[in-house]
C-alpha cells in the first residue's frame, strides 16, 4: 500500500505541473503532433485519474496498464529522439531511463511479474549494485527490493527534498524529486509481489 501511496503522490504532483507549467511542457511534445498544448493537459488529467485509478479495484489493472502505455510512449517519441540526437548528454539518458523505469513499474501495479530484476539497471552506489544482483539471482529478491526503495527514498529525503524547499518555484526539483519518489514507490510495489522469505 505504502508504494501505491508514493506512486500516487508523485503522479498528482506531476499532473498539477502539467498545468501549472503547460506552456513549457507543450515545447516538449514531439513538433509533428497537433495541439501541443492541449497534449500537455491531457497528459495532466490522465496522470491524476491514473493516481486515483489505481486506489479503485475495478479501475487498478486497466489504470496502471495505461500508464506504462504512456511512459512507453514517452520513452519512444520523446526521450529516445532526444538521446539519438544528443547521445553524450547524460541527462537525456537519465530522463529516457526514468521513463523506462516507470513504465515497468506501472506494468508491475497492473499485473504481478514472476520475472526478478531491477526495475532500473542503473544506480549509483555498491549497495544499489549489490541489491539489484540480488534481484536478477533471485538471492533475497524481497529484501533487496525494500533495501533499494530505502535507498531511493533517502535520495529523496536528503538530496530532492532540500532543492525543492531552496527553490519551491523552479520545476525542475519538483519533477526529479517526485519521479525518485515514485520509483521508491515502485520498488516498493516490486517487492511486495515476491513471496515472502523464509528465515534461515
Not at 511542457?25 to 485519474?49: E, Q
Not at 519512444?76 to 523506462?100: F, K, M
Not at 533517502?154 to 518555484?169: A, E, K, S, V, Y
Request: charged share 10%; aromatic share 12%; hydrophobic share 60%.
Amino acid at each position: 500500500m505504502l508504494g501505491r501511496i508514493f506512486v500516487a503522490v508523485s503522479l498528482v504532483v506531476f499532473g498539477v505541473q502539467h498545468f501549472m507549467y503547460g506552456g513549457f511542457v507543450a515545447t516538449l511534445v514531439p513538433a509533428f503532433m497537433p495541439g501541443r498544448l492541449f497534449w500537455a493537459y491531457f497528459v495532466g488529467v490522465a496522470f491524476v485519474a491514473a493516481a486515483v485509478g489505481i486506489f479503485v479495484d475495478m479501475l487498478a489493472r486497466p489504470a496502471a496498464t495505461m500508464l506504462g502505455v504512456m511512459f512507453f510512449l514517452f520513452l519512444i517519441l520523446l526521450h529516445i529522439p532526444r538521446i539519438v540526437v544528443h547521445p553524450r548528454d547524460g541527462n537525456e539518458w537519465t530522463s529516457g531511463l526514468v521513463a523506462l523505469g516507470m513504465c515497468g513499474g506501472a506494468w508491475i501495479l497492473a499485473t504481478p511479474w514472476n520475472m526478478e530484476h531491477p526495475l532500473w539497471p542503473y544506480v549509483t552506489g555498491g549497495a544499489l549494485l549489490a541489491g539489484g544482483a540480488a534481484i536478477v539471482l533471485g538471492k533475497k529478491a524481497r529484501s533487496a527490493s525494500i533495501l533499494l526503495a530505502t535507498i531511493i527514498s533517502l535520495f529523496f529525503l536528503f538530496l530532492h527534498m532540500p532543492r525543492i524547499i531552496m527553490q519551491p518555484h523552479n520545476p525542475g526539483p519538483w519533477t526529479s524529486g517526485f519521479e525518485v519518489l515514485a520509483l521508491c514507490g515502485c520498488a516498493l510495489v516490486f517487492g511486495n509481489t515476491l513471496p515472502k522469505e523464509e528465515k534461515a
